[in-house]
Each structure stands twice: as C-alpha cells, then as structure tokens.
C-alpha cells in the first residue's frame, strides 16, 4: 500500500474508534479534543475522515500483488 492508502486507513480507524465511543459512551472524542463538533478543527477532521472513506471504497476494489511478487 502506498502513503496515501495507509492515511486514509488510519483517518477510517480514527473515525470508527470516535463514532463506536459514541455509540458505546456518548463521547465524541474528536470535539473533546478539538473544542466541540462545531469547531473549525473538529470540522476539518471530519472532513477529513469522510474523505478517507471515500477514498477507503476504492481500496476494496484494488487488486492486490501476487503472492510472490511481494517477497521480492
């Protein structure tokens, strides 16, 4: 996986890790930290994590290298 897979990735975790405290506790971590949902921070980062999902939907599609090419 290139950089840019690897971000979108770890942005998709942050979001599901934020959305399942939600959930489960009611606390939305990214506000906490970056003061509120309707901070401009908080609004990038969602942004930010919405895009990586989009971008994480092509990944699913992605052909993967043979088996053997990756041990080179």
Known sequence: MDFIDNLALTLVII???NWGSV???GF?????I???SGSV????VFT???IAGLW????????KAPKAAMER
Not at 28 to 32: G, K, N, Q, T
Not at 41 to 44: A, E, F, G, P
Not at 56 to 63: D, P, Y
């Open 23 to 25: 959930g489960i506790f």
């Open 56 to 63: 994480s939907i092509g990944l699913l599609f992605k052909e």
């Open 34 to 36: 970056l003061g509120g």
């Open 28 to 32: 939305d971590f990214v506000s906490a």
């Open 15 to 17: 979001g599901a890790v």
């Open 41 to 44: 921070l908080s609004r990038i």
């Open 48 to 50: 930010l994590v919405g």
